[in-house]
Structure formats: structure tokens, C-alpha cells
């Protein structure tokens, strides 16, 4: 457990660092294509009914821990936390306009995530059981996104929408454990989030910022657990900030 939580330490500071390089260089590119303020380069795009492109994220994911009566009742827990670390998105986007002012995207995503549930003991208050959950989601959300009108090749936009996902890394082994609190590889969840535009000469930049709130109960009972019987359910909460290029 050691190794495999050191490597995916490894790739998360990886995750940051390539995501932060990113950033960077897209900045620079937007400062170096928009000094000609006599362009209008959304006028290239305007015209097209669909576009496509891809996306880079970085997320945060926790669970939204939901205690059951059996807290009140056990001697031993006295209650839990939830926390995460930086997670990794990356993904495909599909862009249909719906008119002037509105899209309509579907974004199918391969996301890498990692969850915490820590437990903590009722006299000492001291961590008793703390259990990673990393994740491997196959993501399909679809959004409505409402734009601004465009000025300077710039706009303003807002997004809803609907997400299900599957987690490919919850495998049979974590499900017949004794010992681990299981969770469902299914999640269905609502989605909200604004960004930006930018039009540049061949394509366009729209960091994005959202947030994913969990519908369902993940949580799969185990009444031979302590762990697991003093919760009540467990829903998703995910932060992304997303680099989407389209064109």
C-alpha cells in the first residue's frame, strides 16, 4: 500500500506541475495573439454548427459523509472525515450550438481522482482507520452552456448539466474485503460552472471552472463493519478547473 500510495504521490505532483505548465504557456500564447486588437478572430468560429476539441483538468474529489443512528450507539468511533487529493482529468469535447446564445456539449472524460475517509476514536479523538480511495472514472457529462456576447474576442459563459460515471479501479478484490468500507462504481451527478472565451487565431481557450455534485448514495453497506455501519450514505463532491481548447 506504501509503494502504490507513493507512486500515485509521484503522479499527482506530476499532474500539477504539467497542468501549471499548461496554463502558463497558454497565457503566453493568448498575450502574444492578442496584441493586434484590430483582429476579430471570432468570426472564424461563429459560422460553425459543431466544433470539437480536448480538455485538461485538475480536480479535488471527497465524499459527503452522511452518519447513521449506529454513531450514537457504538463506544468506540466518534465520527468521520472525508478529504482528497489533486486528481487529473482529461477528456474529448463535443460542442453543438443551439442558436446565438447557447451550446449544448458532451464531454467524455478519463478521470484520475483520490478520496479519503479517515475515522476517529471517541476518547482520544486521535485518527483509528484512514482508507484511500483512488479512482480511475470513465466520465460522460453532458452540459448546457449560456454565452455572453462577445467583446475584444472575449466572453463570458456559464454551464449546467448531467454527469454519470464509472469507476474502472473499484474491483472485485475491494468489494470482497472483510476489512474496507465499499463504495459503488457507479455516480450520477449534477454539474454547474462559468469560464472564459478567448478567440484566438485557430482556436479557442476557455478555462473553466465547476462543480460536480453527487446524487446517488455510493455507499454499499456492510453490517459486519464498524466502519461502514456508522455511516448512513456517501455522495460525491468534486472541484475541477478545466483548459478546454476547441476550434
Given at each position: 500500500m506504501n509503494?502504490?500510495?507513493?507512486?500515485?504521490?509521484?503522479?499527482?505532483?506530476?499532474?500539477?506541475?504539467?497542468?501549471?505548465?499548461?496554463?502558463?504557456?497558454?497565457?503566453?500564447?493568448?498575450?502574444?495573439?492578442?496584441?493586434?486588437?484590430?483582429?476579430?478572430?471570432?468570426?472564424?468560429?461563429?459560422?460553425?454548427?459543431?466544433?470539437?476539441?480536448?480538455?485538461?483538468?485538475?480536480?479535488?474529489?471527497?465524499?459527503?459523509?452522511?452518519h447513521s443512528k449506529d454513531l450514537i450507539l457504538n463506544e468506540s468511533i466518534a465520527g468521520s472525515n472525508s478529504g482528497g487529493g489533486p486528481g487529473l482529468n482529461l477528456g474529448i469535447?463535443?460542442?453543438?450550438?443551439?442558436?446565438?446564445?447557447?451550446?449544448?456539449?458532451?464531454?467524455?472524460?478519463?478521470?484520475?481522482?483520490?478520496?479519503r475517509l479517515e475515522y476517529r476514536l471517541t476518547e482520544t479523538g486521535e485518527s483509528v482507520f484512514d482508507q484511500p480511495f483512488a479512482g480511475v472514472l470513465v466520465e460522460t457529462p453532458f452540459h448546457?452552456?449560456?454565452?455572453?456576447?462577445?467583446?475584444?474576442?472575449?466572453?463570458?459563459?456559464?454551464?449546467?448539466?448531467?454527469?454519470?460515471?464509472?469507476?474502472?479501479?473499484?474491483?472485485?478484490?475491494?468489494?470482497?474485503?472483510?476489512?474496507?468500507v465499499k463504495v459503488s462504481a457507479s455516480d450520477f451527478a449534477?454539474?454547474?460552472?462559468?469560464?472564459?472565451?478567448?478567440?484566438?487565431?485557430y482556436f479557442i481557450f476557455s478555462p473553466e471552472i465547476k462543480f460536480s455534485h453527487g446524487l446517488g448514495n455510493l455507499l454499499i453497506q456492510d453490517q459486519n463493519l464498524i466502519q461502514s455501519k456508522v455511516l448512513e450514505k456517501l455522495e460525491s463532491r468534486v472541484w475541477?478547473?478545466?483548459?478546454?481548447?476547441e476550434g
Open positions: 509503494t502504490v500510495r507513493l507512486q500515485y504521490l509521484c503522479f499527482s505532483k506530476l499532474s500539477q506541475l504539467g497542468f501549471l505548465l499548461i496554463l502558463f504557456l497558454s497565457v503566453k500564447t493568448i498575450n502574444a495573439q492578442t496584441r493586434n486588437s484590430g483582429t476579430i478572430n471570432y468570426l472564424n468560429f461563429e459560422q460553425k454548427p459543431v466544433y470539437f476539441g480536448i480538455t485538461l483538468g485538475y480536480n479535488s474529489a471527497n465524499f459527503k459523509a452522511f469535447v463535443t460542442n453543438f450550438k443551439v442558436g446565438k446564445y447557447f451550446d449544448f456539449r458532451f464531454l467524455p472524460t478519463l478521470s484520475f481522482t483520490e478520496r448546457i452552456r449560456y454565452k455572453s456576447a462577445v467583446y475584444n474576442d472575449k466572453r463570458m459563459f456559464v454551464i449546467a448539466g448531467v454527469k454519470y460515471s464509472y469507476d474502472l479501479a473499484n474491483n472485485a478484490d475491494v468489494l470482497q474485503a472483510d476489512n474496507l449534477f454539474e454547474f460552472g462559468a469560464g472564459v472565451q478567448f478567440f484566438l487565431p475541477t478547473i478545466s483548459l478546454h481548447f
